[in-house]
């Protein structure tokens, strides 16, 4: 699976929009990009994924670039239950497991 | 929302012990796998396991471990004899189907071992 890169942390103001840039340079055609979150010691928390279309739910959107090359996970208005460790996974659509990086720890403040 | 469900949230036993953690996957789903967290490291892949056999396992995963799907809905973790650092969160997720499908996890299972 590709490597991905992210900052180790960001702070967001709350009610406003968090964005959170992911790398993934090596990505290759049938790997599609995962955003999961973990709050605290929880389970990891399924966010939104894509191939290669941008991507909307009731949680997230999910900008890719066009060369596939970078995505952005936008929080639209972030709340302090927002703060977690936010991870950006590419994997390849026929593989089962995530593996997981370091993620980005963003911080939502009042 | 269908979920997984994992028991027991926090065990505690002795080293040397035996352990197993349960995980109750969700219905429909075919893929099951365990991760683990040690407190303040990542999340790290332990074994995935569909139709009935282990699919892909990581050097963790040692003799020292084994999984298996007694029946239709329990999927396990067993420890054979624990150790020190094998004190860790475990996770059980599971997945419908091949293919891009998403995998959800469970709340975990706090083990400590002393």
């Known amino acids: 699976d590709a490597k991905t890169t992210q900052p180790p942390s960001m702070d967001c103001a709350e009610g406003r929009a968090a964005n959170l840039p992911c790398n993934h340079s090596t990505i290759s055609g049938n790997e599609y990009v995962y955003w999961y979150r973990q709050i605290h010691s929880q389970g990891p928390q399924y966010i939104i994924h894509?191939?290669?279309n941008n991507e909307t739910n009731e949680m997230a959107s999910l900008i890719i670039t066009e060369d596939r090359k970078s995505s952005t996970l936008i929080l639209p208005h972030a709340t302090l239950r927002d703060t977690a460790v936010y991870y950006c996974?590419?994997?390849?659509?026929?593989?089962?497991?995530?593996?997981f990086g370091q993620g980005t720890t963003l911080q939502v403040k009042p | 929302e269908p979920e997984v469900t994992q028991t027991p949230s926090h065990q505690v036993t002795q080293m040397g012990q035996e352990v197993i953690l349960r995980c109750v996957p969700i219905s429909n789903h075919l893929y099951f796998y365990w991760y683990r967290q040690i407190l303040g490291q990542k999340v790290e892949f332990l074994v995935s396991?569909?139709?009935?056999?282990?699919?892909?396992k990581s050097e963790i995963f040692d003799d020292q471990f084994s999984v298996e799907r007694p029946d239709g809905s329990n999927f396990t973790l067993k420890i054979r004899s624990t150790k020190l650092e094998d004190s860790a969160m475990y996770f059980c997720a599971s997945k419908r189907a091949e293919g891009g499908n998403t995998i959800y996890f469970g709340e975990g299972s706090w083990l400590t071992v002393v």
């Open positions: 996974i590419v994997r390849a659509g026929n593989t089962g497991k995530l593996i």
């Open positions: 894509g191939l290669k």
């Open positions: 396991f569909y139709n009935n056999e282990i699919s892909e």
